[in-house]
């Protein structure tokens, strides 16, 4: 592990006898999920349930006629059948747009569609019975008069004058558009070789192993509702249901317990879900809806359909002289809500050019409405796109003037001792290390070694190339994100810390837990600060009710603003309970320090009080403690960075691989990732997330992708269809670290969650042209399938 | 076909009567009647392998089991495999090397892994990713649970000798 820059300041906090920080150590509460006794909410079953199953609809485009449900409504265990029209009575539909996005425009949207269902999935009816199946069976009986309307499905022709309105209301397909122009790209481009290339980008989506799930319990006695769902923003899901069905926020619980998988498809509002929280107050009961396979594939949302013109000038010396892209993306009929769906494509335009030197940069996105499925922002959102075009360029931009991939970068590279600096772009970057990172990423791969092995295997006409990608990644979000856009989604995010009655601690954290390891790093952390052994250190996430207000745990947030949340708070802790010691041990607390589970002096270490009868003495004989002495063994911090709108990470990934030009299959051999999070909570969770984030990336470079045809339709909704990276095609990834802690926190940690899905995909495209360079092909669509290399090869 | 059937098995050793639909799915019997939540649905079609369990020893996807299919037959889930103790090692060892991040896949992938165990008693990294290979994990990219299980037949190589 590297380290460019110490934390600020002396001995910290962090650096305390027995800290976790830093250290490996097991996820508390494991056992759980092994036994397989976790508490998912397709596990739960509350009295008087009833389960609902959505109509869809069979058609990208129509007009809804008339729904025919008499025979179905008197089917056994039929409890309710709803359309859209009913449903509006209760629950108030929805605009996805943001005011800093500017232009950005969206119709409304309904729970249930109203007279007009806009792609293929969208619900038409609610089917409430007494079991799932007594409810699809019903659903067979249901008769829907459809008009088929003209579908949109290419993002290409949305625009033009001839193509299908989808809102009428809005008087044009155009969502969103941001053009940019910094430096002067013409210019720069005049005295330069200009490399140009159209990227073009699958649609795919997160496939969660669970699918998305709610329990909603309306309490007509407390007139209160209770949302079980998994989520990754529990206040958000709260404002936004209170809002839409006419109560105060504090008539909506939502629990989160156990999630089966996120990656942002669950960081969203669904229209489903909406429906069922409306169904329980509707129907007085509560309801329960899991999406089936089929449906997660037309409904959970869809990313990274973009195609992008990039275009890249060099000078012989190697100097990139500018960027430019014009980006185009189709996001379905409706901006997401509350999120919204020009995201992605913003995040293209503030991210393309990202880690190089050249200030003159151009670029236009435009977000266009088209009748699929949704698309919104999934993990890691535009980076892998932005990533992709940036690097593919810039190995276009080297194999023009005959340069070393890793030279061109070399060269182009922010320099490490340059920050704090801004990119074209305007992206405000704290401290990165993109030179240190190659450094390391080419000893860690033996560079050198490998390039002379691929020329040895060349000569046996065996085809493997070498990837190279540099990134940076957008992490710990402030208010810039959604709050100064409008949006009731917080950027802070608090922690509650109070030492029970035998000297354990009980933390409420309000960032959520999805698999990341949000429960073990506040527990590190708060451990680690109080000088409490992990074991005694209980967390509570995921409970509108027992937690801080906060954001949740997206964006690659958890870490940098919950952690630096749960070390404040624990040091506020730790002062109360050494006031308490004092008093109670006649001394100061100065003098006396917590470590592993006592009060000891901080002199000569010796053992003074144990905490537990410290707390035995503040809970249960209070009268024994010094006059006018109120002990406060609970304390409450909230955090948000101020000065950095994002905490910006940066890596690089590389990518051996082997084709086999008969067949177009591509074997991963390996793959390499350094990166830079600044301070390690957990060395093991942090490599893991990147792993896992790696092979996401993986699957978008070689399989995933959600095919429609030209009538809206998607043609492989289903597992065996569209395929996923399983273990038997996934190599072995090696993973280094660069560390620059943030100043902006005591804790000095930036996200790590979305890194691996960055450059993943770009490394494994430039190293498919790298091992296909002898017979002069170009690639620059994702996923690789065989079919896109037979092709480019001219084999088929 | 549609009428309620009578079926008796042994779900963890426990005998169990039951009358179900003979449409029911094995996956289904074992979560909605028997409570036992450990066996996850994951796609529902004996893609993602998340739902797999062991019926007379060998490991099958319990959505494309019917329940009626069980009858007479020795059915063994999650719950079963780690109250027995049997896979107490293996389950230490994806804690250790943080094999598991949502969870949602480990009750089936715990069972795939230990079945090659049983089968093979030092497996390579390409035959255990060959064997879990039909068992979905998006979580974590595989490595680290690939890695527990190298360690745990490592470990029992080491017990036995």
């Not at chain 1, 955090?639 to 940066?650: D, G, I, L």
């Not at chain 1, 691996?756 to 296909?772: F, K, Q, S, W």
Request: aromatic share 6%; net charge negative.
């Amino acid at each position: 592990m590297t380290v460019t820059r110490p934390p600020a300041g002396m001995l910290s906090v962090l650096d305390r006898p027995n800290s976790y920080i830093g250290k490996t150590v097991p996820r508390p509460n494991l056992d759980r999920l092994l036994q397989g006794r976790g508490q998912y909410v397709s596990d739960l079953e509350l009295p008087r349930m009833a389960h609902v199953v959505f109509l869809r609809s069979p058609y990208a485009h129509a007009k809804i006629v008339a729904i025919d449900a008499d025979v179905a409504k008197r089917m056994s265990g039929v409890i309710s059948i709803v359309t859209g029209r009913e449903l509006e009575a209760v629950i108030t539909p929805w605009v996805g747009v943001l005011s800093h996005l500017k232009g950005l425009k969206s119709a409304p949207q309904h729970a249930i569609a109203v007279d007009r269902a806009c792609w293929q999935g969208e619900a038409v009816a609610a089917i409430v019975a007494t079991s799932r199946a007594a409810a699809e069976d019903a659903m067979e009986h249901i008769s829907v008069d459809y008009e088929e309307l003209e579908a949109v499905t290419d993002m290409r022709t949305a625009l033009d004058p001839a193509t299908h309105v989808i809102h009428p209301s809005l008087g044009d397909n155009l969502a969103f558009e941001r053009t940019l122009n910094a430096g002067d790209v013409d210019h720069a481009l005049l005295g330069s070789e200009v490399v140009e290339a159209d990227f073009v980008f699958g649609r795919h989506t997160g496939v969660t192993l669970e699918p998305r799930a709610v329990v909603a319990d309306w309490s007509a006695a407390e007139g209160r509702l209770t949302i079980y769902q998994g989520t990754q923003a529990p206040h958000m899901v709260q404002n936004i249901a209170a809002l839409h069905l006419g109560l105060r926020e504090a008539q909506v619980r939502v629990i989160c317990k156990d999630v089966g998988g996120s990656f942002g498809i669950k960081v969203h509002i669904y229209a489903d879900e909406m429906a069922t929280y409306a169904l329980s107050k509707l129907l007085r009961r509560p309801i329960k809806f899991v999406a089936d396979r089929v449906e997660s594939f037309n409904t959970d949302i869809h990313a990274r359909d973009h195609r992008c013109r990039g275009r890249i000038g060099v000078r012989p010396d190697g100097t990139i002289t500018a960027f430019e892209i014009d980006d185009l993306t189709g996001i379905g009929p409706y901006s997401m809500y509350p999120r919204t769906s020009a995201i992605e494509a913003n995040q293209v335009v503030n991210l393309v050019g990202g880690p190089y030197l050249t200030p003159n940069y151009r670029a236009r996105a435009r977000v266009v409405f088209q009748n699929k499925n949704v698309m919104c922002q999934y993990r890691a959102v535009g980076h892998p796109i932005a990533c992709s075009v940036t690097e593919g360029l810039v190995d276009l931009a080297a194999a023009r003037i005959g340069m070393d991939p890793v030279e061109i970068r070399r060269r182009n590279l922010i320099a490490d001792d340059a920050y704090p600096c801004a990119s074209p772009s305007g992206m405000k970057f704290e401290q990165l290390s993109h030179h240190a990172s190659l450094a390391k990423l080419l000893q860690m791969m033996d560079y050198d070694a490998l390039r002379a092995e691929q020329a040895a295997l060349r000569a046996k006409n065996v085809h493997r190339g070498i990837g190279i990608a540099s990134f940076i990644e957008v992490t710990n979000p402030s208010a810039a994100f959604y709050g100064v856009g409008g949006a009731k989604i917080s950027s802070q995010d608090g922690v509650a810390v109070r030492l029970d009655a035998q000297g354990s601690v009980i933390c409420q954290t309000s960032i959520t837990e999805q698999g990341q390891g949000s429960e073990s790093l506040t527990a590190q952390i708060v451990g680690s600060v109080l000088g409490v052994s992990m074991d005694r250190v209980r967390v509570t996430l995921g409970d509108t009710d027992n937690t801080p207000y906060g954001g949740g745990t997206w964006a690659s947030r958890g870490a940098g603003i919950g952690g630096e949340a749960a070390l404040q708070a624990a040091k506020a802790l730790r002062q109360n309970i050494l006031d308490v010691a004092a008093a109670i041990l006649q001394s100061t607390p100065a003098e006396l320090d917590i470590v592993t589970n006592s009060i000891i002096n901080a002199g000569d270490g010796a053992p003074r009080m144990e905490l537990n009868e410290l707390a035995r003495i503040v809970y249960f004989r209070p009268d024994t403690l010094p006059p006018g002495i109120q002990p406060e063994l609970m304390a409450t911090r909230h955090f948000v960075p101020r000065q950095y709108p994002f905490a910006f990470t940066n890596g690089i990934q590389a990518s051996w691989l082997e084709i086999d030009t008969d067949t177009g299959f591509v074997t991963l051999l390996k793959h390499w990732v350094v990166e830079d999070c600044g301070t390690i909570i957990n060395p093991q969770l942090v490599d893991e997330q990147i792993r896992g984030g790696v092979v996401q990336g993986l699957g978008a470079a070689l399989f995933e992708k959600c095919i429609y045809d030209e009538r809206g339709q998607l043609t492989n909704a289903n597992m065996a269809d569209y395929l996923v990276p399983m273990s038997g095609e996934m190599p072995d990834i090696d993973i280094g670290h660069v560390v620059s802690p943030t100043r902006e926190s005591e804790l000095g940690a930036k996200g790590a969650g979305e890194a691996g899905t960055a450059g993943a995909a770009a490394a494994v495209a430039n190293a498919v042209n790298d091992a296909l360079r002898p017979f002069g092909t170009k690639i620059t669509e994702i996923p690789l399938t065989p079919q896109v290399i037979l092709t480019a090869l001219g084999r088929i | 076909m549609s009428a309620p059937v009578s079926v008796s098995l042994l779900v963890n050793g426990e005998p169990i009567d039951a009358v179900v639909l003979p449409r029911l799915n094995l996956a289904d019997f074992i979560r909605e009647h028997l409570k036992l939540t450990g066996t996850h649905v994951g796609c529902e079609h004996g893609v993602c392998g998340a739902c797999t369990v062991r019926v007379d020893g060998e490991i099958v996807r319990s959505c494309l089991m019917l329940t009626v299919q069980a009858q007479g037959a020795s059915v063994e889930t999650i719950e079963g495999l780690s109250d027995s103790g049997e896979i107490a090692d293996l389950q230490a060892a994806f804690r250790e090397r943080n094999a598991l991040q949502c969870g949602y896949c480990t009750p089936g992938m715990l069972m795939t892994a230990q079945d090659l165990l049983k089968h093979v008693s030092m497996p390579d990294r390409p035959a255990i990713r060959e064997h879990l290979s039909g068992n979905y994990c998006r979580c974590t990219g595989y490595q680290a649970i690939v890695d527990a299980v190298e360690a745990t037949a490592r470990t029992r190589a080491e017990r036995r000798a």
